[in-house]
């Protein structure tokens, strides 16, 4: 009798379980299933050959166009830009913290990063329209109220606490052995840091930097605020250009009808959105299981 | 090269001129402790005076005076946690990487003080090579795991690399082993493999003294055999001082023996006398087995 009760217990709470893991799963495969069947709504009307190599995006002119390389180009653009900040800095700090910083320093410079992770997006938007864009319109006379620079600096700062916290990680995971024996052999910290820990945490670094671009690519609001919303297949970082994320936004907030092709259109985007950060992480998963220790 | 050589110790003239490149190791190594006027070679390699050594408050080596001798093997034995780790890092400064380690006393290193503020604790170690209980090899190819300790000396010369790492697998009897294999990674070795890897890593940039720390107490009896062996031959050409809880592999490969307790070295001598004590001394007792 007492089993028995047992046993129905255990039964219900293994439900309980099996249904929260599914029902995330089913989420998930539900918004895939949308954007994938508006998706192809879309592409019964655009051929995928204009969508793929032209290069206007006009959606909502009169004549319209639906080449998406200027959203691309614009994407990885300002993602760009923030990789080239983040990258450098994100590693060098994650060096300092693990080689050089003391206990006392890693205290106040571990908070100080998740308090930048925590600022919400919107106010690093408006940090870049606000403070960033005018500061360098001083430097660079010609640079255009809305660009692809300024909010590509700022977000490099907004990713910056992922990569250094992935990075320490990936440093931290060095086994001290290793850094003791380069010490042994005569190494300098530097050449320690350097020679040593850094190829040796090299893929989980990599991780780090794939899964902060994937997140640079993603970022919405503070791309939809600071960089304007006009496509422009250009990789100058000074003219205003219209990301995936700032035109599904564009779209979503304006008055488009549903079942519009403009309506349709954010869906291709999205998916388009969606294989760049899917491949940017599965490498960064595959990078992050082959770390060795 | 050496211009006169004054014969003050165990070994002879003709010993240090039959090793080429035992001669240079041995002015570089004075002429790297800005003491070019002493090109004889000492009778002591190491001179401890009055060493202690403290961990925040906790005192681990304990007012140790002792003169190691130079060209044999000086083992280190003692029980668990009474200090012989905490000694052997302080003759390359090893201590220095522990934050809250503190040392006073004096090291002399050919009779130069290596805590003297002048000298370069990294130059000190490229002269006073360290291996580790634990292999610990780079997670590079056999030969980048050998050739490092010379890359980061700025060492160019691709032939000269390839000849010292060849060298130095020879002289750690890894060779015939890895010969066909020096592109894949070290990791891939056994564990006996591994710690000759090391040894040979260290042997690379030419030390004048190795420190070992118990390096065979992750090996089975084969690969420590081959290793003693390898410590054997060495000893012609580096001064080597090895910690070990083998009192058998202490008795085996050892001219000198040092017998520490709680912080204090009880004993210091020839291996033939330490292990010929009465029952009475403490170091009798622990050859014995009866504590420790
Ligand atoms: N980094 C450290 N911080 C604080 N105490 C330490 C540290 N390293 C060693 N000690 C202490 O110093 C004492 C001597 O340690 P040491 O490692 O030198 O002993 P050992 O003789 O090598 O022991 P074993 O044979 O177990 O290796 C021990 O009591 C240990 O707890
Ligand atoms: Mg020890």
């Not at chain 1, 350097?194 to 893929?203: G, R, T, Y």
């Not at chain 2, 890359?151 to 691709?158: A, F």
């Not at chain 2, 000759?196 to 004048?208: E, N, S, T």
Request: net charge positive.
């Amino acid at each position: 009798m007492y089993k028995h009760t047992f046993q129905t217990k255990e039964k219900i709470i293994e439900l309980i379980f099996g249904f929260c893991g599914m029902f995330s799963l089913f989420i998930t495969l539900g918004i895939m299933g949308i954007i994938f069947w508006e998706t192809t709504l879309f592409f019964k009307e655009v051929s995928l050959f204009e969508f793929m190599f032209s290069t206007q995006w006009t959606p909502l002119f009169s004549i319209k166009h639906f080449g998406v390389l200027p959203l691309i180009t614009g994407t990885l653009l300002v993602a760009g830009i923030a990789m080239a900040i983040a990258m450098p800095t994100g590693v060098l700090m994650a060096i300092f913290m693990n080689e050089y910083a003391n206990a006392k320093v890693r205290r106040i410079l571990k908070p100080v990063l998740e308090i930048l992770a925590g600022i919400p997006t919107i106010v690093y938007g408006y940090f870049a329209l606000l403070s960033v864009t005018p500061f360098l319109q001083k430097v660079i006379p010609s640079l255009s109220g809305f660009n692809a620079i300024s909010p590509g600096i700022v977000m490099g700062i907004m990713i910056l606490p992922m990569v250094v916290s992935l990075s320490d990680d990936a440093f931290g995971a060095v086994p001290k052995e290793m850094k003791l024996a380069a010490y042994a052999l005569g190494s300098s910290r530097f050449q320690v840091a350097f020679k040593i820990i850094l190829p040796a945490a090299m893929s989980g670094v990599i991780a780090a930097f794939m899964l902060a671009i994937s997140r640079a690519i993603g970022e919405t609001m503070l791309v939809a605020i600071a960089a304007g919303m006009k496509p422009a297949f250009t990789l100058n970082p000074l003219v205003p250009i219209q990301t995936i994320t700032s035109y599904i936004v564009q779209i979503s907030l304006g008055d488009t009808p549903v079942g519009t092709l403009a309506y349709r259109s954010i869906f291709a985007v999205a998916s388009v959105l969606f294989i760049i950060t899917f491949i940017f992480n599965v490498i960064a998963q595959k990078l992050r299981h082959s770390l060795k220790y | 090269m050496i211009v006169k050589i004054v014969n003050k110790g165990h070994y002879t003239l003709w010993r240090l001129r039959r090793s080429h490149m035992n001669a240079l190791r041995c002015v570089h190594a004075l002429t790297i402790l800005g003491n070019k006027n002493r090109y004889y070679m000492e009778k002591h390699i190491f001179e401890i005076k009055n060493l202690n050594i403290y961990y925040h408050d906790f005192q681990a080596v304990k007012n140790v005076s002792v003169a190691i001798p130079s060209y044999v093997i000086t083992a280190i034995i003692g029980p668990s946690g009474c200090g012989k780790s905490s000694f052997l890092r302080s003759m390359n400064r090893m201590n220095d990487l522990i934050p809250n380690a503190k040392l006073t006393g004096e090291i002399l290193f050919h009779g130069v003080n290596i805590y003297d503020p002048l000298i370069s604790e990294v130059n000190l170690r490229r002269r006073v090579g360290m291996v580790f209980q634990k292999p610990n090899p780079f997670p590079f190819s056999i030969f980048a795991n050998v050739a490092y300790g010379l890359k980061i000396q700025n060492i160019k010369d691709k032939a000269m690399i390839a000849e010292r790492v060849e060298e130095s697998l020879k002289r750690a009897f890894l060779w015939d082993e890895v010969k066909d294999r020096l592109k894949k990674p070290a990791l891939e070795l056994s564990g006996g493999q591994q710690q000759r890897l090391c040894i040979a890593r260290a042997l690379a940039v030419y030390p004048d003294t190795l420190l070992l720390d118990e390096p065979c107490s992750s090996l089975d009896p084969l690969a420590t055999a081959k290793i003693e062996e390898l410590l054997q031959k060495l000893k012609k050409e580096v001064n080597i001082i090895i910690v070990t809880h083998n009192l058998q592999q202490a008795k085996r490969i050892s001219e000198y023996v040092g017998f520490f307790n709680s912080g204090e070295l009880v004993d210091f001598g020839p291996t033939k006398e330490i292990f010929e004590r009465s029952a009475q001394s403490m170091v009798g007792r622990y050859i014995q087995g009866i504590f420790g």
